[in-house]
C-alpha cells in the first residue's frame, strides 16, 4: 500500500500561483505513476496532470501551458506548480498514485481561486 499527503493549497487571486506537494510512503518502489487529480464542486473528477515512471508527463487541455508537474522518485515525491490561475481552476486536488494498477488517493488540499 501508499499512503499520500498533500500539502500547498489554499487561497489566492486570479492570475497568481501557487504549489501543490505529496509525500509517498509505504511501498514506494512499486509506485507506477503519480500525478494530481482535481474535484470541483457538483463535477466529476478530472485528470489535471501525470508523471509515469517512463517520465513523459500528460497535462489536461484545460491547464497546458499553466501547470507544471514534476517528481523527485528519490525523495518520493510530486510537486504541481500552478500559474496563471483561474476562477475555473477552483477545486479540491487530489494526489493519485497508481501501484500494481492499483490507484490511491490522498485526502485532497483545496484550491481556491477567487476573481
Given at each position: 500500500?501508499?499512503?499520500?499527503?498533500e500539502s500547498g493549497g489554499g487561497l489566492v487571486q486570479a492570475g497568481g500561483s501557487l504549489?501543490?506537494?505529496?509525500?509517498a510512503s509505504g511501498a514506494i518502489s512499486s509506485i507506477n505513476s503519480m500525478g494530481w487529480y482535481r474535484q470541483a464542486p457538483g463535477k466529476q473528477r478530472?485528470?489535471?496532470a501525470i508523471v509515469p515512471n517512463s517520465g513523459r508527463t500528460?497535462?489536461?487541455?484545460?491547464?497546458?501551458?499553466?501547470f507544471t508537474i514534476s517528481r523527485d522518485?528519490?525523495?518520493?515525491t510530486v510537486s504541481l506548480q500552478m500559474?496563471?490561475?483561474k476562477p475555473e481552476d477552483t477545486a479540491v486536488y487530489y494526489c493519485y498514485a497508481l501501484l500494481r494498477d492499483?490507484?490511491?488517493?490522498?485526502r485532497g488540499?483545496?484550491?481556491?481561486?477567487s476573481s
Open positions: 500500500q501508499v499512503q499520500l499527503v504549489r501543490l506537494s505529496c509525500a478530472e485528470l489535471v500528460d497535462y489536461a487541455d484545460s491547464v497546458k501551458g499553466r522518485n528519490s525523495k518520493s500559474s496563471s490561475l492499483i490507484p490511491y488517493w490522498g488540499t483545496q484550491v481556491t481561486v
